[in-house]
């Protein structure tokens, strides 16, 4: 529920794409392989959500047991957004209000996450009360193994996660009243509604 009208609020989701785990074989992840992340906005009945941009940076953590280092690479920090170049950045998101998707289609966040970080919607993506939100990251091509680590052997952990931080606010929706109704605007000049002349 609003706190203020309107409210500041940021969403976030993290979708994971473990390559490999500890105590698991690795195994490259196949083009196309999606994952669906739920928001919860929990708003009132007479509230409405309005998402007015994202910031996307897609994180890639490896860990070689052998060495027992980990590296960390960001996708909007210079250098690291070469690491696996054709496949570290290159995924889709489709974001679906209620039975719908707003946009229609998937648009990619390859630019929006090694660049300006913020994507602006030309207009406001609206959320009304208990509409389910699903937030669907997919990968445009094969995310493969992380190279040798340390004394040469294939890391023990390597997951890539995109993460998305949706701007939005949280505000009391406002009502159109009907002509002559209470609220509706009163010209001064002329008569009251609902006022008889004597």
């Known amino acids: 529920m609003a706190n203020q ?4 609020e940021v969403y976030t989701t993290e979708h994971s794409y473990q390559v490999s785990a500890a105590g698991s074989a690795a195994a490259p992840i196949a083009a ?5 992340v739920q928001i919860y906005t929990n708003q009132a009945n007479n509230e409405e959500v309005r998402v007015y941009g994202l910031e996307a940076q897609v994180i890639r953590t490896v860990y070689d047991d ?13 250098g690291d957004n070469t690491y696996n170049i054709n496949s570290f950045v290159d995924f889709d998101v489709t974001i679906g209000i209620g039975p719908n998707n707003v946009p229609s289609n998937a648009f990619s966040i390859s630019k929006i996450a090694t660049c300006c970080n913020t994507f602006a919607f030309p207009s406001p993506i ?53 002509e002559g ?15 008889r002349p004597l």
């Open 181 to 195: 109704g209470v609220g509706y605007p009163i010209n001064p000049r002329g008569p009251i509604p609902g006022n």
């Open 66 to 78: 052998s060495a027992s280092t980990t590296t960390t690479y960001y996708s909007n920090v210079f």
């Open 126 to 178: 609206l959320i009304l009360f208990q509409q389910p939100v699903s937030i669907v990251v997919s990968n445009n091509q094969t995310i493969p193994l992380a190279p040798a680590l340390g004394g040469g052997q294939d890391a023990d952990s390597d997951d890539v996660k995109v993460v998305l931080n949706f701007i939005a606010e949280l505000a009391i929706q406002k009502v159109a009243f009907a």
């Open 32 to 36: 196309g392989t999606s994952r669906t």
């Open 5 to 8: 009208d309107p409210q500041p």
